[in-house]
């Protein structure tokens, strides 16, 4: 997903610190590896 790229690349963040940050604001339960996957659209989200 694009989205998830833009926001790394804007936040200056890595994908681990995205995913910790995603969990906390939404109460999600992603792994790093989803959001790789998702983000390099090896999968798509649920």
Known sequence: M???YNLR???Y????EL?????KIY???Y???QLWEW???KKIPI
């Open 13 to 16: 963040l890595d994908i681990e």
């Open 27 to 29: 109460g999600t339960k």
């Open 2 to 4: 694009n989205t998830l």
């Open 9 to 11: 690349n804007k936040h």
């Open 39 to 41: 983000e390099n659209h």
């Open 31 to 33: 792994e790093v590896h």
């Open 19 to 23: 995913t910790n940050k995603l969990n």
